[in-house]
């Protein structure tokens, strides 16, 4: 099974470094999220961008997303959406039509008719206060 993980690394001034930018990409002929994961400050508007010819979404998982957010849905052919962060904290997110929350497990479980299976086509938003 795949595994990952987060490495959170502290400035000078012990905070967390912000991305340079807040939009995420899902490239063309690609199954993922790039850049995999950004850091936002409270308020701020991070935007997705699909440039893929297929239709993808951004769903929060709930078990693991300090807030509610609401899905967005992501047109192929540079479909966009975007959303406003207010809450501090981690935000992991995948595109729900790939994968399934595994309870037991307590990680996101790739579907076996995923075109790329076993990886699942997820990312991370981290809010700073």
Not at 6 to 24: E, G, H, M, N, Q
Not at 64 to 92: E, I, K
Request: aromatic share 8%; charged share 10%; with cysteine.
């Amino acid at each position: 099974a795949p595994m990952c993980g987060v490495v959170v690394v502290l400035d000078v001034r012990d905070a967390v470094p912000l991305s340079a930018s807040a939009t995420v990409t899902i490239p063309v002929a690609s199954r993922m999220f790039e850049p995999w994961a950004v850091t936002v400050k409270t308020g701020s508007t991070v935007t997705w961008v699909n440039r893929d010819c297929s239709m993808h979404v951004v769903a929060t998982v709930p078990e693991l997303a300090a807030a509610a957010v609401p899905t967005l849905s992501l047109p192929g052919d540079g479909g966009t959406a975007s959303h406003t962060f207010w809450q501090p904290g981690v935000y992991y997110y995948d595109c729900s039509g790939n994968a399934m929350w595994d309870p037991g497990k307590s990680i996101m479980v790739p579907l076996e008719n995923y075109d790329s299976y076993p990886h699942v086509m997820d990312g991370l938003v981290i809010v700073t206060p």
